[in-house]
Structures are given as structure tokens and as C-alpha cells.
């Protein structure tokens, strides 16, 4: 079993930044993608940004030139630096990673999700 641990999330004013942190922990091999989406009420989950195994970004338009995508294999981790937010992107914030597990199965594996309140 793999198991993935948001951290991070809170109340932030407008214009102001919160870094988002999420820890894998159980029997994985190694990682394929890595990615964070969020989830605002009454909406439907949406991509945020990816990065792949060569640490290449992709964003969603909504969040390019706010947010930053990087990931440390080493510790597991994958984090979303966000940086000029807005009241919009209040939504429940979660990660997602492909892992090849210790048997060799390739699986996703979600988190269960942090909340970012952008407000005043």
C-alpha cells in the first residue's frame, strides 16, 4: 500500500502565498508523474500542474506565472509553490502520483486533500 500526505494548506489573504507539500510513504519502487488538482464547492476536480519523471512542468492557464510545480524523489515529496492568489482558487487542493510499487504494479495514488481558503 502507498499512502500520500497533504500538508500545508490555510487561510492566506489575497495576493499572499502558500506552499503545498505532499509525502508519499509504503512500498514504492520509483515515480512516474506527480501532479496536484483541486477541487472548489460546487465544481469539479480540475488539474492544476503536473511535472514528470524529467521534471518537466505543464499548468494549468488558470494558475501559469503564480504557481510552481517541483518534486524531490528523495524525499518522496512533490510541492506546489503558490505565489499571487486569488479568492478563486479557494478549493481543496490534492496530489496525485503514479508509482511503480516494490511488486512492479504502475499505480495512481491520490491524497486526501488540503484546503486553501484564499480570503480577507
Known amino acids: 500500500q502507498v499512502q500520500l500526505v497533504e500538508s500545508g494548506g490555510g487561510l492566506v489573504q489575497p495576493g499572499g502565498s502558500l506552499r503545498l507539500s505532499c509525502a508519499a510513504s509504503g512500498r514504492i519502487f520509483s515515480f512516474n508523474t506527480m501532479g496536484w488538482y483541486r477541487q472548489a464547492p460546487g465544481k469539479e476536480r480540475e488539474l492544476v500542474a503536473t511535472?514528470?519523471?524529467?521534471?518537466?512542468?505543464n499548468y494549468a492557464d488558470f494558475v501559469k506565472g503564480r504557481f510552481t510545480i517541483s518534486r524531490d524523489n528523495a524525499k518522496k515529496s512533490v510541492y506546489l509553490q503558490m505565489n499571487s492568489l486569488k479568492p478563486e482558487d479557494t478549493a481543496v487542493y490534492y496530489c496525485k502520483m503514479g508509482v511503480i510499487t516494490t511488486d512492479f504494479y504502475d499505480m495512481e495514488y491520490w491524497g486526501k486533500g488540503t484546503l486553501v481558503t484564499v480570503s480577507s
Open positions: 511535472i514528470g519523471s524529467g521534471s518537466s512542468a
